[in-house]
């Protein structure tokens, strides 16, 4: 009798098994209806052209977006549907690409949007398979940080923080009874000055371009270099400005007044108290 069960379930599990695996199989749809540049070629029965109905654009960087756009694509298709079938298409898209004219455009940006998303592959795989945390929930929870920091260390005087993408700036806080209200009225000035000129610095990479904004920040640092401190607050302010802002250490260390005098000097002077000669 025990031969004979074992002898009946051994078909049952493997029936049990092979509709699991058709359960669980992945249909991938036909390339032509699922991808935007791919095409079947004619006559019927050709096969698929792998690179087609791609326009060109206007210009080189058109070109690459283009390129990307269509990555993008091909690899939301292959995530969404990782067949052995289609774990051959990229060749046959690179040889299609070639084949029928793509241009220099569409080949970088279509390539280098691949090869991120490789290398973004092959470091999860070093890492040990270690999903890597998203960028924007990254940033939102390093700033959250950040403001608690901030938040709780008032000794720190730091009243916010802005965060370019060439560097961060920080606008100092000081209590109105510990500033002189000279320092403090070029202080704040200086900080809203910095606060239009720098983010259109980094937008256009050009002062020319922004030669305005640029003269009125000059001249709100001159005022604050030379503005005489009267309090501890003062000098503690105008020095943390000073090693914090690169802007304002080159003009102390490197700059001279339009008589030839050397802002140096001019600094110094004002953190003993005295005023510009």
Not at 36 to 43: A, M, N, Q
Not at 218 to 233: F, G, H, N, S, V
């Amino acid at each position: 009798m025990d031969k004979a069960s074992n002898s009946t379930n051994v078909p049952s599990n493997s029936m049990a098994a092979g509709e699991a695996m058709r359960e669980n199989r992945i249909t991938s749809p036909k390339l032509h209806e699922a991808l935007s540049f791919v095409d079947l070629k004619t006559p019927k029965g050709g096969g698929y052209d792998y690179w087609a109905n791609v326009p060109a654009g206007s210009s080189y960087t058109e070109d690459c977006a283009i390129g990307r756009e269509k990555a993008e694509e091909f690899i939301a298709f292959s995530g969404k549907y990782p067949t052995y079938g289609n774990s051959t298409l990229l060749g046959a898209i690179a040889l299609a690409m070639e084949a029928n004219g793509a241009t220099h455009g569409h080949k970088i940006g279509f390539m280098n949007t691949i090869n991120k998303y490789a290398m973004v592959g092959a470091y999860v795989d070093a890492k040990g398979g270690k999903l890597l945390i998203e960028p924007k929930a990254r940033l939102e929870a390093l700033t959250t940080e950040i403001a608690k920091i901030i938040a709780s260390n008032p000794d720190m005087m730091i009243d916010y923080i802005t965060v370019y993408k060439h560097g961060v700036y920080s606008s100092l806080s000081f209590q109105d009874d510990d500033l002189s209200a000279g320092v403090k009225a070029a202080l704040e000035d200086y900080n809203a000055k910095e606060a239009i000129y720098r983010p259109l610095a980094d937008e256009l990479g050009d002062t020319d371009l922004c030669q305005a904004e640029w003269e009125a920040k000059e001249a709100a640092e001159e005022a604050l270099l030379r503005a005489p401190c009267i309090t501890i607050a003062d000098v503690h302010a105008k020095a943390k400005l000073a090693l914090e802002d690169e802007s304002v250490f080159d003009s102390i260390t490197n700059c001279t007044h339009a008589d030839g005098r050397h802002i140096g000097k001019t600094f110094l002077r004002s953190l003993l108290g005295e005023s510009p000669l």
